[in-house]
């Protein structure tokens, strides 16, 4: 099957405003890009890492991720003015792990006010299971085109201390203790728990299809 190859390009006219194009990874300091950016190569994507105001509006493609503590992630949001821009994007954005709890209007790690994208508050599992939840786990409930070819039960991997409840934007849900919100998306927003970029085979297949997503 071929693939269109999204590449960046600086005389592009992108539908989002400006110029450029292609793959931007948001790089703000506290995510994991470079495997992010090698997950991309690995599809045969260019993917250019970025904090760029005009470079991010330009992209076809904006893959936001996040590892660390909240508080300290959206202080250097806020230092970059990330945090005025991003809520703003028009093309389809995938927030990752991190960046997919900083999207939600507020997480208990370091009470830390978020984006406001998602209508959801991030809070910590309990101690009734490990913390944090470390390794692979199932997802269930699997909507839109995000999740198109992955099946039910497929594992992921992640890594995290909070998680985001279930509500209207949830699209995909994982068990640990409890069943929480795996997967989020609200119009052209879409956030996943875990980490596609080490999830084998099926979060290739997740990247791929946020790639190809319009």
């Known amino acids: 099957m071929n693939k269109t190859i999204i590449k960046p390009s600086e005389n592009k006219p992108s539908p989002f405003g400006g110029v450029g194009g292609g793959i931007v990874i948001i790089n703000y300091g506290a995510g994991n890009i ?3 950016q090698f ?3 690995r599809l045969g ?3 250019v890492l970025s904090n760029d ?3 991010i509006l330009a992209a076809d493609k904006v893959i936001f991720p996040g590892v660390g503590e909240a508080g300290s992630a959206m ?3 806020k230092e970059s003015g990330l945090d005025i821009l991003i809520p703003k994007l028009k093309q389809p954005v995938l927030g990752i792990c991190l960046g997919m709890q900083l999207m939600c209007n507020f997480s208990e790690e370091g009470n830390t006010d978020g984006l406001h994208i998602f209508d ?3 809070v ?3 101690n009734q299971v490990k913390v944090p939840q470390i390794g692979w786990n199932q997802l269930q409930r699997l909507k839109t085109k995000l999740f198109k070819g992955i099946q039910e039960k497929e594992y992921m991997y992640a890594v995290h201390s909070y998680y985001a409840p279930l509500c209207a934007a949830t699209i995909a849900t994982t068990h640990y203790g409890l069943d929480y919100s795996s997967a989020l998306q609200k119009a052209n927003f879409y956030g996943v728990q875990f980490h596609p970029e080490k999830s084998s085979t099926a979060g290739e297949l997740l990247l791929q299809n946020f790639l190809e997503i319009e």
């Open 124 to 126: 910590r599992f309990d």
């Open 39 to 41: 997950a991309m190569q």
């Open 120 to 122: 959801v508050n991030v």
């Open 45 to 47: 994507y260019t993917a």
């Open 75 to 77: 202080k250097k949001l």
């Open 53 to 55: 105001a005009a470079e």
């Open 34 to 36: 470079k495997s992010i």
